[in-house]
């Protein structure tokens, strides 16, 4: 029961509709005591030959009266109590959908996508049963099994209700050795959904990967193997939820055999009438509910609580990245200094990946970042974006440091184009405004030019119409790479960074690009990461950075005077290209 203690603060919210529920499941529990009360006197009427045509309509009126009044109040707890439950399933799907959008990279990296929205689907409906089913099942089976007995006591004979009684202590021992099985099995069956929900997701995302190195059966097999899995969790589960009914069902047949057994001598010692055991015997069967109804409550119960703790664990967690209750609100602008001691990270604390990295860039001035694969150039745009804030040192944003700001005020200032394109399943046109969705279609296109896009759009059937499906998976890397920058630019950022994002388009396309960014304005302050150094060769300034640290500093022209790694590697570039348009 420690479920509904969980889930006190919803019911409390609702308690309202849930008086009303529950009032409604007491009319109707009243009510349909009647009936086998009223079938009982009609047959000691006809046992004693005293039934009348009139007397027999006054009954059926009775009977149809019940039925209307047992109809009206059943809507109207279905009504409060599902209605709440469903208020409840929003609830906790917002509550998660707010939570999954406020964490920070980390728990990405922690959180499976498919565990994550096993979260969302699976336990969210678990835990709105214990809200709609739980709590009918809670209210109606005591309101009725209290309501039945009471009658049995007042219609029948207290002894024989006594008798009848006496298996009932078996049920809850049952339902509490069951409950608790159910519990265990039940979340190693979640935990087993959601390795499957993230498999799927997982190999239909990399579907094409998957088919270009031949490995369908092997994937199919992997798949087979958590689907048993899965099977073999939910065959656990079902087993013991399985028990229930046949223990229940021996209960109320112990009743049934000791209520014929007394209930047949009391009416041959004429201490009850034969009608009076046929209600007596009605009444039982009306029991039968609530004793299934507490065998199907633990089992709500138990899935409910098992769901609800999870989600729990998962709303428990809290972002590393803490935003300043009083923080700067106004968009971040100005100069960037950049004074980084050391960072590592947090799985890998051991590790330094950035160590004395210091630098100034002036407000609209060009920063490019270049290096080895693994040198920390990404890292280091990640702690522009907040990503990670626990490092010691300091990054400067204006006169003030980034951890400052608010961060939608720090976010919104920053155009951020990344390594791996993510295109949302709508419109060219919308997934290039999705930062400022008003934006009209002059401003699509003007930042769509400045990308180097919009002839590639133009000659799309549906122009900026054109879905792109899931991911962009219609268009080309540089396509998506280049809506990508047009989306970047469309909220004019004070600082547009680039991570090598200019890697999937071709020479003549990304000069294009560069020369139209660096037209545009004066003011907006860029950094460009990038293996192939054209792109940065224009750059206020450059550094070169291994192994964490820089290496190398300067204007294109003076690292090539260094001869280090730039300039060997500008070297290699330039004979690479030279080979490539065939000159010698």
Known sequence: MSIFKKLGWFFKQEKKHYAIGVFSLVVVAIVQVLPPKIIGLIIDEIDQKRLTRQTLLIWIGVLILAAFTQYGFRFIWRTNIWGSAAKLERSLRSQLFHHFTKMDHLFFQTHRTGD??????????????????????????????????????????????????????????????LGSKIHVAFRDAQAAFSDINDKTQESITGMKVIKTFGQEEEDIADFEEKIQRVVQKNRRVNRYDALFDPCITAIIGISYVLTIWLGGRYVMAHTISVGQLVSFISYIGMLVWPMFAIGRLFNVLERGNASYDRIEELLSE????????????????????????????????????????????????????????????????????????????????????????????????????????????????????????????????????????????????????????????????????????????????????????LSAVDAKTEEAILQHLQARTKRQTTIITAHRLSSVMHADEIIVMDQGTIVERGTHSQLLTNHGWYAQMWSKQQLEAKIERGEK
């Open 116 to 177: 994550l929205m096993a979260h969302a689907t699976n336990d969210v409906s678990a835990v709105q049963n214990v809200a709609g089913a739980g709590i009918l099942t809670f209210a109606d089976s005591l309101i009725t099994g209290i309501s039945t007995i009471v009658a049995m006591v007042l219609f029948v004979d207290w002894r024989l209700t006594i008798l009848a009684m006496i298996p009932l202590p078996l049920l809850a021992v049952t339902s509490r050795v």
């Open 318 to 501: 809290e972002t590393h990245i803490i935003e300043e209750e009083h923080g700067i609100a106004t968009r971040a602008k100005g100069d960037i200094v950049v004074d980084i001691k050391s960072f590592a990270y947090p799985d890998y604390p051991d590790q330094v990946v950035l160590k004395d990295i210091a630098l100034k860039l002036d407000e609209g001035k060009t920063l490019g970042i270049v290096g080895k694969t693994g040198a920390g150039k990404t890292t280091l745009l990640k702690l522009f974006l907040r990503e990670y804030d626990d490092y010691q040192g300091s990054i400067l944003f204006g006169e003030h440091d980034i951890k400052a700001y608010r961060l939608q005020a720090l976010l919104a200032a920053i155009g951020y184009v990344p390594q791996d394109h993510f295109l949302f399943s709508m419109t060219i046109r919308d997934n290039i405004r999705f930062a400022a969705p008003k934006s009209t279609q002059t401003m699509v296109e003007e930042v769509a030019k400045l990308a180097a896009i919009h002839e590639d759009i133009q000659a799309f059937v549906q122009g900026y119409d054109t879905l792109v499906g899931e991911r962009g998976v219609s268009l080309s890397g540089g396509q998506k790479q280049r809506i990508s920058i047009a989306r970047s630019l469309i909220t004019k950022p004070e600082l547009l960074i680039l991570d090598d994002a």
